[in-house]
Structures are given as structure tokens and as C-alpha cells.
């Protein structure tokens, strides 16, 4: 063991994923705890800054946190979606909150930051907001709530009723390019269809319990 980091005590992992960011020449990592959003030094482990809004009220958190720059994006569906801009002060750092709202994406699924702006999904479907004010540019239903990925101009949506949504990825207007309802769909009982989709290869895969789906989404021009 290199370090551990002594945070509070009832502050549990929860299920968001870590991410590497750098602010001011020193390396961290940020991590949504079910108690509140941290980062700590990457060669001590000594915890750097905390930020507790958009945990609040939350029973688990689970979106990864999404950062660029000195600034760092964080949701939870029981709260909202919030910016916190990093910086260093002569007594360490600091994470000042520049916006936050419920009406930013939250859902389960996450959301991605492409060209300025944030696209993903909460209760009322997909959304595309300034990352930097968080000014929601459009909203549609679409496929409800769901996971996003983003590939060559693109989000494919996973809704969490199964459906999947191909969407343009502009901030101009909400362009759906197409959508499809997957077959044989397993039995969720009271669960919903929360994994991720992944494109890799000129390939869609989506998962949902016991089933894997594949779907070809090459250009067909430029497969030849």
C-alpha cells in the first residue's frame, strides 16, 4: 500500500468511479462518495477539498463526476447537477460551486461533455446545457432516462425501458437520426436497463442483465 486516505467515517464509496484531474500543477483524484464529492493529493492521499450539495439527499450516487479544466461537473437524481470551479489558496484548495439546479442531467446513466456542452439525461429524457453556466440549450423525452455514449458526432442513448436512441450531438436543436427497440428483452422485474452502452470498432454494444446486443454502425462508404 502506497497511501489511504482518512475521510469521514460514514463516508462510503457509493458506486461513482474515480477520475484523474490536475489543477494548479498538482495531481488529484476526484471521486463522488455517497456523502459529497471529493479530491485528494495522488501522492499522499491527503484530502484536498470536498464539495456536499449534490449528495444531499441523495441514497447513492452513482453518475462519475466529469471535469475540464479547473472545474468539475457532479449529479445525483434525489438532488441536482453542480459545477464547482478548483482553486489554490494560500490555506489549500478550495471548490467554489458556480451553479447548480435540478434540471441539469442526473439520471443513473451519466452524461458527456462534448465541444462546451454537457448531453445525458434526467425524469424528462435528454438534455443538452452549457457546462459552464448550466443553461439547458433544449430537452426532449426521447427514450426517457437513460445512459449516453458518444462517438463521431453522435450519442447513442440507452433508455432504461430498452430503447435506444441514436441523437446528433449539437446544442442547436434536439435531431433524432434514428431508434431502435431491442429484441427478446429480458424479464427486469422491478429493476430497469441501466448499463452503459459502448461503441468500439465500428460496433454498438449494449447490455442489459444477461444480454448482450452488437449492432454494425460503420459507414458503409467508409467500410469499403
Known amino acids: 500500500m ?37 479530491g485528494v493529493d495522488a501522492k499522499t492521499g491527503k484530502l484536498l477539498w470536498r464539495y456536499d450539495h449534490t449528495a444531499k439527499g441523495s441514497p447513492a450516487n452513482i453518475p462519475t463526476p466529469i471535469a475540464h ?49 454537457l448531453y445525458g439525461t434526467n425524469s424528462q429524457g435528454l ?21 449516453t455514449c458518444y462517438a463521431d458526432g453522435l ?17 442547436e436543436a434536439y435531431k433524432e437520426k434514428g431508434r431502435i427497440t431491442l429484441p427478446s428483452q429480458p424479464e427486469r422485474g422491478k429493476s430497469q436497463a ?3 452502452p459502448v461503441v468500439a470498432n465500428g460496433r454498438l454494444y449494449i447490455r442489459d442483465l444477461a444480454m448482450l446486443w452488437c449492432y454494425d454502425i460503420q459507414d458503409s462508404a467508409s467500410s469499403k
Open 127 to 147: 438534455l443538452c446545457a452549457d457546462f459552464a453556466t448550466g443553461e439547458v440549450k433544449w430537452q426532449d423525452r426521447s427514450v426517457g432516462a437513460g445512459s
Open 194 to 196: 441501466w448499463a452503459y
Open 69 to 117: 479544466g479547473t472545474f468539475v461537473y457532479s449529479a445525483a437524481g434525489r438532488s441536482g447537477g453542480g459545477l464547482v470551479k478548483l482553486k489554490m489558496t494560500d490555506a489549500g484548495f478550495e471548490a467554489d460551486e458556480v451553479y447548480f439546479t435540478p434540471k441539469l442531467p442526473t439520471s443513473i446513466g451519466g452524461a458527456v461533455l462534448v465541444d462546451g456542452n
Open 155 to 171: 450519442l447513442y442513448v440507452h433508455g432504461e425501458k430498452g430503447d435506444v436512441a441514436l441523437v446528433e450531438a449539437t446544442p
Open 2 to 38: 502506497v497511501w489511504k486516505s482518512a475521510l469521514e467515517e460514514a463516508d462510503q464509496a457509493a458506486y461513482s468511479s474515480a477520475i484523474g484531474v490536475t489543477v494548479d500543477g498538482v495531481k488529484q483524484y476526484v471521486q463522488f462518495l455517497q456523502k459529497g464529492l471529493v
